[in-house]
């Protein structure tokens, strides 16, 4: 099993995504460098499940966090293989949205604060710790230090069947043993290297702010880029990935290209088709600002 590592650093710019297994159900993001739109932070999660539940996991023995004042909305976010969270300027949302493994709009309720609010956070576990154990580790400490209390629930809503169009799939096969997965994001732009179709389709769910699923039956891993000219408001905003109000957008790496549907089905040989299914969300029935350290 490969260490666990995220890394998140953002300015008014740019953004920046690093290391992190090569794994799809319980991985963060796979290994990669990403710069991309702020609005939007890729968790590369094909299979989009809040987490396994098991035995109690550790506690972080050590936490601090504090009001972030700083007059910028840049932040970093990172997470090492043993646990260790250091974060600036973060907001509750976007903890929550690595803590559950799930995409912003699944998160609703709570307060305005949740999206709003910047954070500070360093907490520390001095034992050894698993890639599966991270996640309810951070869940347990924003349990702790926000008194959230949340459950999970099913509801039928607007999704996105990804499927192969009728000409035939267009996707490239991924090339070489020695090439390890990765990612990069732009606006407009997404460019896979030993890639599922379901880790596409999780990317596509990003960029368009709503579930998307992977009806292609493809597989293999490709490599492939797909470009395209967002429309105002695409992918939700910046609230949506997390972010704090005030992000900066950034123009589109394609200008006068088409949209993401017809991208999808020139380029790749696939299409988006709407639908409605069961969207499992994260419902936050009670939180509170957190205590002094």
Do not use: C
Not at 147 to 175: C, F, I, N, Q, T
Not at 201 to 209: F, G, K, M, P, V
């Amino acid at each position: 099993m490969q260490p666990l590592e995220l890394v998140i650093q953002m300015g008014p710019k740019d953004l920046s995504l690093g290391q992190a297994p090569a794994r799809t159900s319980a991985a963060l993001v796979l290994r990669d460098t990403v710069v991309m739109k702020p609005a939007i932070i890729v968790l590369l999660t094909a299979a989009m499940g809040f987490g396994q539940l098991g035995a109690q996991p550790p506690r972080y023995e050590v936490a601090s966090i504090k009001p972030n004042a700083n007059a910028d909305v840049s932040f970093a976010f990172r997470i090492q293989p043993d646990g260790t969270v250091a974060a600036t300027g973060i907001t509750l949302k976007r903890l929550m949205m690595t803590a559950y493994n799930v995409q912003g709009f699944r998160i609703v309720g709570g307060p305005e604060w949740v999206a709003s609010r910047r954070w500070d956070v360093q907490a520390r576990h001095d034992g050894v710790v698993s890639p599966d154990q991270i996640r309810p580790m951070l869940r347990g400490l924003l349990e702790e230090r926000f008194r959230l209390r949340s459950h999970s629930e099913k509801r039928r809503m607007p999704v996105y069947k990804l499927v192969v169009d009728r000409g035939g799939a267009k996707l490239p096969a991924g090339k070489g043993n020695e090439t390890e997965p990765a990612v990069r994001v732009a606006p407009g732009s997404i460019q896979l290297t030993k890639a599922t179709s379901a880790t596409f389709a999780s990317q596509l769910s990003y960029a368009l702010a709503r579930p998307v699923i992977d009806e292609t039956s493809l597989s293999g891993q490709f490599d492939f880029v797909l470009e395209w000219t967002p429309e105002p408001g695409e992918d939700g905003g910046p609230t949506t990935a997390g972010l704090p109000p005030g992000t900066e957008e950034q123009p589109a790496s394609t200008r006068d290209g088409p949209s993401i549907f017809t991208a999808i089905r020139e380029q790749l040989g696939l299409r988006l088709e709407s639908g409605r299914g069961p969207v499992e969300r994260i419902v936050i029935d009670d939180v509170q600002m957190p205590t002094a350290n």
